[in-house]
């Protein structure tokens, strides 16, 4: 059972509460269906409580895997982004993730995968844009007129055709 969310004064309260039910005589499988846990964790906590008192009950932080790139360094990055890549010698003016890996190890020496690009990207509040594809020969008043003439006059209509509704109703009722 994976450890609950919430912030480091919940968890301790979690766990206190836990060891005074232990405390009051309740078994380690009663105080953790009482909690919510595993009787393995109110084990762990008394015991860390018998070697280390109190304050062994405390949340201790587990940071992950350190940032590939700091925050100065990420804040360049969004500077090189906001220019476009165009300036990084690009010949359109779309970022893929592909052309952000290349740029980051060009500029900063730190290789990311491209898959990985996408979650940096979201975590510096970024989205992805996806252009939308039109031919450069686009006529926009020409679609117009052709949706107005040539859609009607060719879209097929069944002959008679009326809305009616599946229900059987009684006109008295009405």
């Not at 595993?38 to 906590?45: E, F, H, K, L």
């Not at 898959?115 to 939308?132: A, N, V, Y």
């Not at 006529?139 to 059987?168: C, D, F």
């Amino acid at each position: 059972m994976p450890r609950l969310k919430g912030s480091a004064d919940l968890l301790e309260d979690r766990r206190r509460r836990a060891l005074a039910l232990l405390d009051d005589g309740l078994s380690l499988n009663e105080v953790g269906r009482q909690i919510g846990c595993n009787p393995s964790s109110v084990m762990r906590w008394r015991d860390a409580r018998r070697h280390g008192g109190a304050d062994a009950l405390q949340v201790r932080f587990s940071p992950g895997r350190p940032l590939k790139l700091a925050a100065g360094k990420r804040k360049r990055l969004v500077r090189l982004l906001l220019k476009g890549p165009m300036a990084q010698g690009y010949r359109t003016n779309l970022w893929t993730t592909l052309r952000i890996a290349e740029m980051v190890e060009r500029e900063f020496g730190v290789r990311y995968h491209p898959d990985h690009i996408g979650r940096l990207m979201h975590s510096l509040g970024w989205t992805p844009q996806k252009p939308e594809r039109r031919a450069l020969e686009r006529n926009e008043e020409e679609i117009e007129r052709w949706k107005k003439e040539e859609w009607p006059r060719i879209k097929k209509t069944l002959q008679g055709w009326v809305p009616i509704s599946s229900l059987q109703t009684n006109r008295a009722s009405c």
